[in-house]
Nanobody
């Protein structure tokens, strides 16, 4: 059974930090791109960043560049989103998403989602 479980959300004051985790199970984590999305009330879900299967550099949403970083531990089947200098406009439900073709280019694209974790930035 595929599972993605986010944790680490909560209420934080502006300028504060949070570290989100997403623990994966039920699929071969190391073969998947891991993405972080967020969705604020009344807005569409937006892609924050994606980290390749082996880690490394990634592109970030412009509004979070320089403040957010992402990393993964393939031994622990976990991806992280470190969020610093948080702003009220970062308030949203944050989701992790796994995307990949584990059996190679001819395989169908598989996509799995976590249930989301709420991040609220407010004084």
């Amino acid at each position: 059974q595929v599972q993605l479980v986010e944790s680490g959300g909560g209420l934080v004051q502006p300028g504060g930090s949070l570290r989100l985790s997403c623990a994966a199970s039920g699929f071969t984590f190391r073969l998947y791109i891991m993405n972080w999305y967020r969705q604020a009330p009344g807005k569409e879900r937006e892609l924050i960043a994606g980290i390749p299967p082996r880690g490394g550099s990634t592109n970030f949403l412009d509004s979070v560049k320089g403040r957010f970083t992402t990393s993964r531990d393939n031994d622990k089947n976990t991806v992280y989103l470190q969020m610093n200098s948080l702003k009220p406009e970062d308030t949203a439900v944050y989701y992790c998403n796994a995307v990949g073709r584990p059996w190679g280019p001819g395989d169908s694209l598989r996509s799995y989602w976590g249930q989301g974790t709420q991040v609220t930035v407010s004084s």
